[in-house]
């Protein structure tokens, strides 16, 4: 057999997947590294819970990917400082490239006074809870009757589809900076909520800044038409915008908890083409139970790669409008460098921008770059290359950590098929490892 190329990949979501299956059609053997024990990231995690199209359909094409022989999967492995494995291990060990495609893991805040108040929570926190992904599933959240989403992209959606509509939560107030018309989510998105929409107090809420609307050239009757339906919410639910308005405070109540929030009221301002919100020093208050950012993510910090503004640095090249591979190489501003053998993408490359399509499409990009720079090394003997993967199994036996195999993921994969047929539905998932690694260690215990 002729040399082949091992390469790692960290993250199993749907760029490192997607990324693993144009490694292996280039012929290198996959290391797929996965902090999760279940494959699939975002698209397992993060699509809303009920669309069981889309998320079968994605499962399915994974599983191919997986299926290849060429692939080793470890999960249940976080990689980073003080974690499972280190970027530093695995370069010991001598991989022929290191890609990270592990998403955005790190929490964006905003830095204000009391957003670490129990009932203020990220968006992603809550999603992940939702979607049953450990340790997130476990954890309690205090949402009350009154909530605040902070952003108005397709995960206020998601997170208001949850509060409306499995919550039954009585008044959920969407926070934006700027206008209707900036709105980042997409229609056929809302419509799942829009039944919800407190059409009275939208008009009132448009009416309130007119005058801002109109002196940035917005037509606001045309806005109002789009955006003020002739529907009533039910009697005891409501979905309300706040529009020109940025949070500055998380306010307490006396018991520490999350009791309202302060903002300060946004004129819209056309600089260069673009509306940007500026502040008039002008604030107000609304009482609340919880606030939840929807504001996007950042990368994880821990996982040892130059770092800055919430983003792994790579490289400043100029990539003149298209995709370039200085793009897709960790950057080391002092040593004026890129990090030899070692590639970001998806999320990890560029934080919450899209999901599985884009995640996907840039996997794909960054795979050619990637297998271009392979092409030019020398690759090793299918011996060398168990050698390696047995090394850092070695390496996690060595530091406790229960990984998982394919095999294994396929034994708890069938388990949960046969509890959702018991229980008459689509999917079940359990909410906790522990749960998760008695079943695939049952099958062992037997045998043994």
């Given amino acids: 057999m002729s040399k082949q190329h ?7 979501g749907p760029a490192g997947i997607y990324g693993t299956r144009k490694l292996t059609e280039a012929g290198h053997r996959v290391l797929l590294i996965n902090r999760d024990i279940k494959p699939g990231g975002l698209a397992e995690y993060g699509i809303f819970l009920d669309k069981e199209k889309m998320k079968t359909g994605l499962r399915k094409q994974f599983q191919r990917i997986l299926a290849d022989g060429k ?3 470890l999960g249940h492995v976080t990689v980073g400082e003080g ?3 280190t970027l530093k291990d695995l370069q010991e060990i001598g991989f022929s490239a290191i890609v990270v495609s ?5 929490t964006k805040k905003l830095g204000l006074p009391g957003e670490d108040l129990i009932g203020v929570y990220h968006a992603k926190d809550v999603v992940y809870h939702y979607n049953k992904l450990p340790p997130f599933s476990q954890r309690h959240f205090e949402i009350g009757t009154r909530v605040a989403i902070i952003g108005m992209g397709n995960v ?4 208001a589809n949850w509060l409306l509509n499995y919550m039954n939560s009585a008044e959920v107030t969407v926070v934006a900076r700027r206008g ?3 709105k980042a989510y997409d229609d056929s998105e809302f419509e799942v909520v829009e039944k ?16 801002n609307l109109e002196a940035a050239g917005q037509n606001v009757d045309e806005l109002i038409q789009k955006f003020v339906k002739s529907s009533t919410p039910p009697p005891n639910q409501k979905l309300r915008f706040r529009y020109l308005c940025s949070p500055t405070k998380v306010l307490a109540g006396n018991d520490g908890k999350t009791a309202g929030l302060e903002v300060e009221l946004n004129e819209l301002i056309v600089e260069k083409g673009r509306t940007v919100a500026k502040g008039t020093g002008q604030h107000t208050q609304f009482p609340l139970d919880c606030v939840i950012y929807a504001i996007g993510d950042e990368v994880d910090s821990s996982l040892g790669l130059p770092f800055s503004r919430g983003a792994f640095v790579t490289s400043p090249a100029e990539a003149s409008g298209n995709p370039h ?4 190489r960790p950057y080391d501003p002092a040593a004026k460098q890129a990090l030899e053998g070692i590639y970001v993408m998806g999320w990890s490359r560029n934080a919450s921008v899209g999901l599985v399509g884009i995640a996907k499409k840039d996997a794909e990009q960054g795979t050619k770059f990637i297998n271009a720079d392979l092409a030019a090394k020398e690759g090793f003997e299918p011996a060398v290359i168990e050698q390696k993967i047995e090394a850092v199994m070695d390496k996690l036996e060595e530091n406790n950590v229960a990984f998982v195999t394919k095999d294994d993921v396929a034994v708890l994969e069938a388990k949960e098929r046969e509890e959702a047929k018991k229980r008459n539905t689509w999917e079940h998932k359990y909410a906790s490892d522990d749960e998760m690694l008695n079943i695939i260690s049952a099958p062992k215990a037997a045998a043994s």
Avoid at 102 to 106: D, K, Y
């Fill in 6 to 12: 091992l390469v790692a990949v960290i993250g199993a």
């Fill in 71 to 73: 692939v080793s999967y």
């Fill in 83 to 85: 974690k499972s494995l």
């Fill in 102 to 106: 592990a998403g955005a893991q790190g």
């Fill in 156 to 159: 206020m959606v998601d997170v």
């Fill in 180 to 182: 209707p018309k900036e």
């Fill in 196 to 211: 919800y929409l407190d059409n009275d107090d939208m008009r009132k809420e448009i009416e309130r800044i007119r005058p």
């Fill in 325 to 328: 591979p200085a793009q897709y």
